[in-house]
């Protein structure tokens, strides 16, 4: 098989993955939070959150109606041959899926308000390349709902404000977004570089597995901290009130100018849609986020 069909297939089977699986990590913090909230509204709310999924995966259907806005996550090894393949055929993974999973058909010409039918547009799917040594190709499906996509921020803060004034953009974030982004979320801060660079970082660190600590024990002792002071708020799921508002805050960052200090704050709804796939020199595939019998 071509490279161009092996990257195809592989697409289409982690788009379906996304959309009808969630990835353990998330699912067990659902569950969990389900046991351990207190608040009878949005314990009954995490208890439907809980039976959506199981029947998400009963009846092989996507788990929420939002396909989103659909981006490929990519890690490529220097020496995979191909590279210019890819792109083409994850797009057209983007349409086959559109049509066999189904998903709801998502891209629309900002101008015209005419939309496509299959998921795709200009620079839809949105692909995001990073080159590393190797001969391996990583793929990561991300398909990211509209309602948390709606709440991200962005600030440039003065320099002088420091991790407090961090902490105090990343809650008033969170108040502001209120119910609007489907709690319990998925929390990623991005900080540093310029403007879209920290929003690029803060999007990216949704992608970090929810059990997975944070590497620098000063990152985490940041993102411990917020998630306690997030989860204080009170939003709860649904924001309907509960103890958990988030599921996980995840922190990422970039050195900065001396004269700016960027702060993003990127949201994931409950439904935490994510796929991650390997495939080999050799064209054989290896599934990280899902086991592959689950396609």
Not at 105 to 111: D, L, M, Q, R
Not at 114 to 120: A, L, M, P, R, T
Not at 283 to 292: C, N
Request: aromatic share 6%.
């Amino acid at each position: 098989m071509r490279v161009e069909e092996v990257v195809e297939e592989v697409a289409v089977k982690l788009l379906r993955l996304a959309v009808v699986r969630l990835p353990s990590d998330v699912k067990r913090a659902l569950e969990q939070a389900w046991r351990e909230e207190e608040n009878p509204i949005g314990k009954a709310h995490l208890k439907n959150i809980v039976e959506n999924i199981r029947l998400a995966e009963e009846l092989n259907r996507p788990i929420c109606q939002d396909t989103g806005t659909i981006t490929f996550y990519i890690r490529a090894g220097a020496d995979f041959k191909g590279l210019n393949r890819v792109e083409p055929s994850l797009r057209r993974a983007v349409e086959r899926a559109t049509y066999e999973i189904p998903l709801r058909p998502n891209a629309v010409n900002p101008f015209t308000q005419e939309n496509s039918g299959n998921n795709v547009g200009r620079l839809l799917p949105y692909v995001k390349w990073k080159i590393v040594s190797g001969e391996h190709l990583e793929i990561t499906a991300f398909p990211k709902g509209g309602g948390s996509e709606n709440t991200c921020t962005l600030a440039m803060l003065s320099p002088s404000a420091g991790v407090e004034g961090l902490k105090r953009f990343v809650l008033e974030s969170v108040l502001k977004a209120g119910g609007m982004p489907c709690p319990p979320t998925i929390i990623g801060v991005g900080v540093g570089g310029g403007a879209d660079i920290s929003m690029n970082l803060a999007k990216e660190a949704l992608l970090r597995p929810l059990d997975e600590p944070n590497p620098d024990p000063t990152i985490a002792s940041l993102e411990e901290q917020l998630y306690r002071e997030v989860n204080a708020l009170g939003i709860g799921p649904m924001g309907l009130g509960g103890k958990f508002t988030t599921l996980a805050v995840k922190v990422n960052y970039a050195h900065r100018h001396p004269a700016s200090y960027p702060v993003a704050v990127a949201f994931q709804c409950w439904a935490a849609r994510r796929a991650s796939a390997r495939i080999h020199p050799d064209g054989s595939v290896e599934y990280l986020t899902h086991r592959v019998e689950e396609a």
